[in-house]
């Protein structure tokens, strides 16, 4: 740490304000998207902030325990925690968040900290929905977590190194050395993983409205959902920047940054607004399959060849 | 091999085959005294010098010249204690088949089975 | 000295003597009795004294002759050694039948002399028809002692018996009669002098003659029906002098023709002792009738002792042959001899036919005894049985005959198969009746067993060198034993304060890696065993074989010699499946555990023979200098310690062992126990380290084996409804993170597998010990039966939540460190896929974390368990001290990083560097400490957010609930958890059909369809059974290539 | 200690051993914030309309079509959410049955305020063409804090959105208040509400 703590609580605030905020537009301009390919008009692209206001304003809560009160606090703080260890901006002091404290690996598992944390607040609810939710949600992550970590280790075969910021220094000068181009098969992978992560269309089997009214957050209201609909926008963005990062050659700049992953997540929008829903089990099956294939391929070429 | 110690084996395998083949208890320890009565000829045929009399000591037989006259004086001395364990075996026996035939009132071997596997 | 003649005297005298006095009254010729037998056993004392003073072999002379004129009769030490078991046996059978002798005629206590007379003769005798005439008038005298008891069973067994031995003295006379026509002698110091003539044609096929009678009564599979009958149905007090005396006499004149022996016979004869203990024990796997059961235990040990007495004769050293003879045959003799006539005592004691009729566990002493008799046999430390194998299994590999160690192994596994499965079914069935023990009957099976307890030093061989310390743990568990008097906690207290007093006293000799070990073994010990301290009830046999286990793992780091580290080893295994069969389901999981464990347990004596083969020492640092057994070696240890690690393929018994054993145990099993393994496997690597066979690297598939347990285990986890199968599997799959890091052989794998080892303890003790106060609470452990406890149990909430984070591998807890170091190691090491199928074995692994905490502490709460209360604070402490220990080390890794890698560089180079808190590899870095700050503040935010809105927050109650608008209606049927991942199950399930258990199981059935295909060779017919005598004579003649 | 009780709900509906699994406290009247928080608020909650669509009678039917590409009801903030928990605004669909009464009571109670009541059709406001039925309630506001009524049998989909227009506006203008009121009108509301639901198995007040 070259910057006393203050600063770089600081720094860390302001990183995550923008992410917050990009994320959540970023999501209204999915619904936005999605809207246009219905033929609509749909919300404005800020309506998530709106929402967000919204259940905070909220009168009423209530509280079927410790643990129910604090999921949301676990969701939000795995959320700020796996995007305050991936370096947001590469060379950026402010953005460079605290990238210092874990590698690749740290950022890969501390995703799980807001999950399993949201999946035990969610349980204490006690209603059925949440753990079913839960159950589906852990079971599709299991699988697409396969063909994300075979790409992962394809490329830190690749780079020599799990530092995040090493492997974006490694693509720098040209597009040609994004890592997309460099090791297309894991960048392949991993980004069919993505779908699973962002759990929308056909991956959506956590929510799914129709048949277990939104999942694990069915008792969750007011500032508990307001908590954790920010955490969808900042951890959305935590994402994305993790995916900008490894294979997108990273951002040296806000601009860049901002197109990078409106990019990426133009892919999530554009698949999801085209596929109908798995089942849970095939979903399952699906990443199990021809993903973790080209994961394997991609590890067995950049290891093994 | 002499004509008895032949004759002797035969015995032994006919009363191998008596008890093999019989199914009463008194025939099966009929075979069992043949083939005891054969092994006690095979061994007396064994000791057995052509022209040379028992090894009893008497008026006739002076110890100075047994050397010379007797036949080999050990197996008829193996004789003697194999016939008479092979009788008191026999006599068992014979005790075994009274006492099995008062509990059961069969003299069929086969009828002793209960006690398998 | 007292002429050994006098023997014969005291017995004939007083058989002669007892009808006369029978008239003054039954006690007094009982009295007469006792003293004529208690005579004989003095003089055979007297004789054993003085060889043991350094006398020399005397020949005593008869008729006033020397050879061949006259019978002469020899006493020498073995002849001493085998006459003092033979009257002590013969004064105790006695004793066992005063009954029986008071009831019966004059006439059984005259034949009872005689049998002993016989028996004495047939050791003593040198001169071959009078061991005719021995065997005669043993034979004859215990067909009358059989037919003593008058009914028809045992009529029909002796009748049986007596035409076999009919048979048998048939061919020895004919047998004689051509030896002494050939050799012109019947003084078989003499025939041996004059070998040569034997070796011609006849004279080998009266050689045979002679050989096969006595072949014929030693019992051998499958001439044996006429035995086995006689074992079941005569007077348990007599079967046991067959079992035990004549069995020795017969073996001792065996014994007594192997120098007449041609080597190209020894082979086939060893086979078929081989045959006869491997098929014998293989028939004896089906039998439920408890004394025919022992018969086939009976005749399968004397096939393996006359084995054993052939085989020694290959040794090529003169002393090595007297080393044998004294610490293989003999040791075996005395098992055998006091154990099985121990049990025959005490199947007549319980006088139940059936094996599955036998119960008695309200009554110690029967247990006990039980218990040492079938330990012995089954060859268990500390009884002379173990010292016999290990004796017996290395001399074998060190001359060469590697080949015989097979059906020896075979063998004893399949013997251990029947006699435990009895042991523990008996413990375990609860007690109806009170078994009536007269006192004269308790007695010659209790001196049998002091006798077996005290006589072991004896036959410890190599104790030159061994530490005592190793066996501290028997120690330990007789001093807590002896303490039964004391309170229930006050002896756990003691026991930890042993374990304590233990860990202070190896502390100086344990360094780097053992540390580690000794670390977790002694510390974790204490902490877990304060929970068993919950109850006051009493707990018989438990705080031993506790203070054993624990002990012994702990000494098992600390061997130095092969031998130290088998007997720890046997140690560790007899006392865990003691405590697995404590638990309240612990008979079959306690059974299969046990098979499992000897299995590797006998691969692991093998190995080890095989490096004392080739390196002539015990030493376990010589297992680097191996050349020519290095792979084998290195393959058997592997495979004996994958068993104990329950990897996949051999896992089986792991789920049952650690879910049925008591909830107190079970977190050692899983925590410590587990670890042993890995211990082995550090050994292994550590002293052979990579090994290559054909194109493998061993290390490689050790480590692909590794990460398909851990990713099976994982999987199996998730379909888990029984809390403690979930965790146990839990446990396997850890365990496969372990094998696979270990097999890295480099620095980060080791560091991995050590500081997951220790971290594992922490939670998986955490966990146990948590579900050990819930269900000490609940009473279940099936999970859906569960739920929402979390508002009672809070404390165990906390320490579960602490535990899964940990386990998962989630920073910031201590948990992410080892998954950290393994990818780090793994693609360090360029193990790519293995890191690949790991990361998704921990990913399956939030399934069944999950679904443990869920299940358990949220979602409803069932009515009945509406007023449940927090464990007991024996449960809440231990768990919370590990609690302090996990927060520390994730807080502070160096704590326990450091010390580990500091360990590890002392076999492999470091590439780590450290910048304060920041761990650096080549590929990475991590820092804790940071980690677990940013995590605290980033936590904190929301929370004070949430916080400062608390006022609005109205509490509500489990049924408030969105249920789409209708109110539930039970917590069961509102209670999402059984089958929770179905879908899962759809979708990868047939990835864990029970095809390895089904494996298993067939390989069960096929020993137990074999051993009823066999058995049918005994139809119960005399006859059959006389065939059977003449058919295995003709084999034996044809393969024996007499010619 | 007697006031504290005085709080409690009975909850006489319940048996004894079902009592602890409910919660029995009674619903609280909420004064609004400062006034330009609140206006910015209420902005908020006017732009931001989650509905929990209780389609039980006929005229649900005409709420789907919101969502079709031709109404598009998302341009106005207004978004369906499947549980009572997250929604803001309660669609009655139509006449409401003795039966659904029930139902729709528990699920109004599980919002959480501020939280707003549009009936749908003229069943809701006098029982429309059933209004003599033995099975169903004529004047929904006997039972519910209504906000707006959308007449018709059944309303269009332009009634509809017209509907929701007024209410943001009632909305923004804090003109509004049915949390407020039916907690100051508990034990009335509850009185005709059991008036009518005769196997009242539910807590007083479903939290």
Known sequence: MEHGLLISIIYAFISLSVATIWGLLLGGIMMKVVARAHGRFGPPFWQPIIDIIKNNARRTSISHGIMYFLGPVFRIAGGMGTFLFIPFIYGSMVFGNFSFAGDLFLVMYFIFFGQLGMALGAGESGHPYSAIGVARGLSQMTAFELPFALSIISIVIQYGTLNITSIVAAQQGGILHWTLFTNPLATIAALIALQGMNMHNPFSIVIAPQEIPIGPPTEYHSNFLGLLQTNRGLFNIAKLALFMNLYFGGATNLFSMLIKTFGIYMITVIVGASFPRFRTEQSIRFFLGVPTVIGILAVLVTGYF | MTIITILGFLLIIIGLWGMLTRKHLFRIILGFSIIDTGIHLVIVSLGYIKGRTAPIFDADLSPIDAINRIVDPIPSALVLTAIVIGLAVTALMLVYVIQMHRHKGSLEISDYEELKW | ?1043 | MENKDKMKLANDGLPEHEKPLFCDARPQTYKPLGKYVEKFLNWARANSLWILGYGTGCGAIELRPLMTARFDMFRWGLAPRPTPRQAGVFVIGGYMSVKTLKRVIRSYEQMQGPKFVIALGSCTINGGMYWDSYNTINRLDHYLPVDIYITGCMPRPEALIAGFNKLKAMIKAQQTDGQNEYARNFDWYKANQKKIVKDWNMPDYNW
């Open chain 3, 1 to 1043: 000295m007292v002429n050994p003649i006098y023997i014969f005297v005291i017995a004939l005298f007083s058989a002669f003597l007892l009808p006369v006095i029978d008239k003054l009254g039954r006690k007094v010729t009982l009295g007469v009795f006792y003293l004529s037998l208690t005579a004989i056993f003095a003089v055979t004392l007297l004789w054993f004294r003085a060889f043991g003073e350094g006398a020399l072999i005397e020949n005593i002379f008869t008729a006033g002759s020397l050879p061949p004129f006259s019978i002469n009769l020899r006493m020498g030490t073995i002849e001493a050694f085998i006459m003092l078991f033979v009257n002590f046996g013969a004064l105790l059978g006695a004793i066992y039948l005063y009954g029986k002798l008071l009831e019966n005629k004059v006439y059984a206590l005259m034949l009872f002399l005689t049998l002993i007379m016989g028996v004495n003769g047939l050791i003593m005798t040198r001169d071959i028809f009078n061991i005719f005439v021995f065997l005669e008038i043993t034979s004859i005298s215990l067909y009358a002692l059989i037919g003593i008891k008058q009914d028809a069973r045992s009529l029909g067994a002796g009748f049986k018996y007596i035409i076999a031995g009919g048979l048998a003295s048939a061919f020895l006379l004919l047998g004689i009669i051509y030896v002494y026509r050939i050799t012109g002698n019947l003084n078989l110091d003499l025939i041996i002098s004059e070998n040569p003539l034997l070796l011609s044609k006849g004279g080998l096929i009266a050689l045979f003659l002679v050989v096969v009678a006595f072949l014929i009564e030693l019992k051998p599979w499958p001439a044996n029906g006429w035995a086995l009958d006689v074992y079941e149905a005569a007077e348990p007090g007599i079967s046991a002098m067959v079992a035990s005396l004549v069995a020795a006499g017969m073996v001792f004149v065996f014994y007594k023709f192997i120098p007449l022996l041609p080597h190209s016979w020894h082979g086939m004869l060893i086979l078929f002792g081989m045959l006869t203990f491997v098929f014998s024990n293989l028939t004896g796997l089906k039998q439920k009738n408890a004394r025919r059961l022992l018969g086939y235990s009976s005749i399968a040990q004397m096939g393996l002792l006359m084995a054993v007495l052939l085989l020694v004769r290959r040794f090529n050293d003169a002393m090595d042959i007297r080393y044998a003879l004294s610490d293989i045959a003999a040791a075996l003799f005395v098992n055998h001899f006091l154990a099985k006539a121990g049990l025959f005592w005490l199947s007549g004691i319980i006088n139940k036919e059936k094996a599955r009729d036998w119960s008695f566990n309200k009554q110690p002493v029967l247990v006990l005894l039980f218990a040492v008799f079938i330990f012995a046999l089954v060859g268990l430390p500390p009884f002379p049985g173990f010292w016999a194998k290990w004796t017996l299994i290395t001399k074998l590999a060190q001359y060469n005959m590697i080949g015989w160690i097979v059906p020896i192994i075979i063998g004893s596994l399949l013997e251990a198969a029947y006699l435990l499965r009895w042991f523990g079914a008996t413990i375990k069935r609860e007690q109806t009746e009170q078994v009536i023990i007269p006192r004269y009957k308790i007695l010659p099976p209790l001196l049998a067993a002091i006798v077996l307890v005290i006589i072991f030093p004896s036959f410890a061989p190599y104790m030159t060198g061994m530490k005592t310390m190793f066996f501290f743990p028997l120690l330990a568990a007789a001093v807590l034993w002896l303490l039964d008097v004391m309170p229930e906690r006050m002896r756990g207290m003691v026991m930890i304060l042993i374990l304590a007093a233990f860990g202070w006293y190896i502390y100086p000799l344990a360094k780097g890696i053992v540390l580690i070990f000794e670390f977790m073994f002694i510390a974790g010990g204490i902490v877990i065993s304060l929970a068993s301290l919950n109850s006051a009830r009493p707990k018989q046999g438990y705080w031993e074989f506790l203070v054993m286990l624990i002990m012994s793992l702990a000494l098992i780091p600390l061997a130095k010699s092969s031998m130290e580290f088998f007997l720890a080893w046997e140690f560790m295994t007899v006392s865990s499946w003691l405590l697995i069969l404590r638990g309240k389901n612990g008979e079959k999981p306690a059974l299969t555990y046990i098979m499992f464990s000897l299995g590797a347990a006998l691969l692991i004596l093998t190995a080890f023979a095989l490096s004392f083969a080739e390196t002539g020492e015990l030493g376990l640092v010589l297992l680097s200098n191996l050349n020519i057994y290095a792979i084998p070696v290195y393959i058997l240890l592997a495979l004996g310690f994958l068993v104990k690690a329950a990897a996949m393929g051999v896992h089986i018994w792991l789920p049952g062992a650690y879910s049925e054993a008591e909830d107190e145990v079970t977190p050692i099993f899983a925590g410590m126990m587990s670890k042993i393994s890995l211990w082995g496997f550090i050994l292994l690597f550590g002293y052979m380290g990579n090994k290559v066979l054909g194109i493998f690297e061993l290390p490689v598939l050790l480590g692909w084996i590794g990460v398909f347990t851990a990713f099976f285990g994982a999987l199996m986890a998730v379909f888990q409804e029984d809390i403690k199968y979930l965790l146990a599997y839990s446990s396997m799959s850890q365990l496969g993170y372990m094998i696979l890091s270990v097999s890295l052989l480099s620095h980060l794998g080791w560091t991995t597998a050590l500081y997951m080892s220790v971290t594992h303890l922490f939670f998986k003790g955490m966990l146990f010990l948590a579900v050990a106060g819930i269900v000490s609470r609940i009473g279940t452990t099936k999970m859906y039966e569960m739920g929402g406890l979390i508002k009672k149990m809070p404390a165990s909430f906390i320490s579960v939540l602490i535990a899964i984070i940990a386990v998962s591998g989630v920073p910031p807890l201590s948990g992410f460190g080892g998954k950290w170091l393994l990818y780090t190691a793994l693609i360090e090491k360029g193990w790519y896929l293995q890191a690949g199928l790991s990361f998704f074995a921990g990913a399956i692994a939030f399934l069944y974390l999950f679904r443990l905490i869920h299940t358990i502490f949220l979602g409803q709460l069932k009515a009945r368990f509406r007023e449940v209360k927090e464990a007991s604070l024996w449960y809440i402490v231990p768990q919370f001290i590990f609690v302090g220990a996990i927060m520390a080390i994730s807080m502070f890794p160096n704590l326990i990083l450091k010390p580990i890698m500091a360990a590890v560089e002392t076999q492999f180079p470091s590439h780590v560097n450290w910048d304060g808190y920041t761990v650096i590899t080549a590929l990475g870095y991590w820092n804790g400490n940071a980690v677990m700050m940013i995590t605290m503040g980033v936590f904190m935010v929301p929370l004070i957010w949430l916080l400062v809105r608390v006022n609005m927050v109205q509490k509500v109650e489990q049924f408030n609930i969105v249920y789409a608008a209708e109110r539930p209606d039970r917590p069961e049927t509102t209670h999402f958890a059984y089958n929770f991942f179905a879908h899962y199950q759809k979708a990868i399930g047939f990835l864990v059909k029970e095809q390895i258990t089904n494996f298993w199981n067939s390989v069960s059935e096929w020993f137990h369809s074999l051993s009823a295909t066999f058995r049918h060779i005994y139809t119960g017919n005399g006859q059959t059974y006389a065939l059977h005598i003449i058919i295995y004579i003709v084999v034996l003649y044809s393969l024996l290539g007499v010619k």
